[in-house]
């Protein structure tokens, strides 16, 4: 799919190519929903805002709730391929930004001293040749004319004080500094999306790098139209009540609360199973698709499977 024409700037700020067919946050909303992908007006408007003004979108919600699959969508919505950095702590440049592929220059080296020219041996060997541009390094010399790259920066609040440093001053600029070749700067600045699950809190100063999202779990009719969307096999009334379900078990302070991904993978494996609406065997034969915690399973049970069936299908209608 190819970009809409390049806007023209304004002010000397970038402006962001928007994806074919958006023009505004409805637009955007409405191909969001085309890729599978439901997303409320404070979510569409953020990523409409972070895409037309090419500033980075922070979003930060319970795991499960579809933060990096919006950078998945974006990028299916520009035709590109996902360029992801996935966070953790001591994560360095090496990984992030690029290293020298050390076993090809040796290889080189020894090449050239078997023809006995190695006067140019170290220049040779730090050239982009033996380059390996990790995440950053990739999305930021990817992003040239009508074409964008798509930079998912997944569970930031994983790496340390160090690295987020770092990225602040990547993102500020959209250039990175290797000594033996110069500064790479983006052409045009790269889509980033930055996730957190808050396990720790983001500083301030990326935040204000960034524009910001909370997501929160969706309300009951937008969760079962994104089960029907994206499990066009489960009929209606099994979505409804492993919607009404899930949400229940969030409310019972559990260790790991499900979110929809989990509510997709509980209405995919009970209809794989054959099930058209809830039944207390299967749930609880299929509970390890929902809760990943054996205290969660032992609080469900003890809160009891019954009872919490039948609001669930009270609920459902």
């Not at 409409?48 to 579809?66: K, M």
């Not at 990817?142 to 997944?154: A, I, T």
């Amino acid at each position: 799919m190819k970009p809409a024409p390049a806007p023209a700037r304004t002010q000397g700020r970038h402006r962001g190519i928007l994806p074919e067919g958006v023009t505004d946050v409805a637009s955007l909303a409405a191909v969001l929903r085309a890729h599978q992908y439901l997303a409320d007006d404070g979510l569409a408007t953020a990523m409409f805002l972070s895409l037309r003004l090419a500033r980075p979108l922070l979003l930060e919600g319970e795991a499960g709730v579809g933060k990096t699959e919006v950078a998945k969508t974006l990028a299916d919505l520009y035709g590109t391929e996902l360029i992801r950095l996935q966070c953790y702590e001591g994560i360095d440049v090496a990984q992030a930004v690029y290293e020298w592929s050390y076993a090809r220059q040796l290889l080189h080296i020894r090449a050239l001293e078997a023809m006995g020219d190695v006067s140019h041996a170290e220049a040779d060997v730090y050239s982009e040749d033996f380059l390996v541009r990790r995440p950053l390094l990739q999305a930021i010399t990817g992003s040239v004319g009508d074409r964008r790259q798509v930079l998912l920066v997944d569970e930031v609040d994983r790496s340390d004080d160090e690295f987020e440093a770092f990225l602040l001053e990547v993102l500020a600029d959209y250039s990175v500094t290797i000594p033996e070749l110069g500064t790479f700067k983006a052409a045009e600045p790269p889509v980033v999306i930055i996730t957190s699950n808050r396990t720790r809190e983001v500083h301030d100063a990326l935040k204000r790098r960034c524009l910001y999202h909370w997501i929160e779990h969706p309300e009951f009719e937008r969760e079962v139209e994104i089960v029907k969307l994206r499990l066009p096999d489960v009929n209606e009334r099994l979505a409804r009540q492993v919607t009404a379900l899930v949400q229940a078990l969030r409310d019972l302070e559990l260790y790991k609360p499900p979110g929809v991904a989990e509510t997709l993978d509980w209405a995919e494996a009970l209809a794989t199973l054959g099930a058209v609406e809830l039944d207390v065997r299967r749930l609880d034969a299929t509970l390890g698709s929902v809760l990943k915690y054996r205290e969660d399973h032992d609080r469900v049970r003890a809160q009891g499977l019954d009872a919490l069936v039948r609001e669930a299908v009270a609920r459902a209608g």
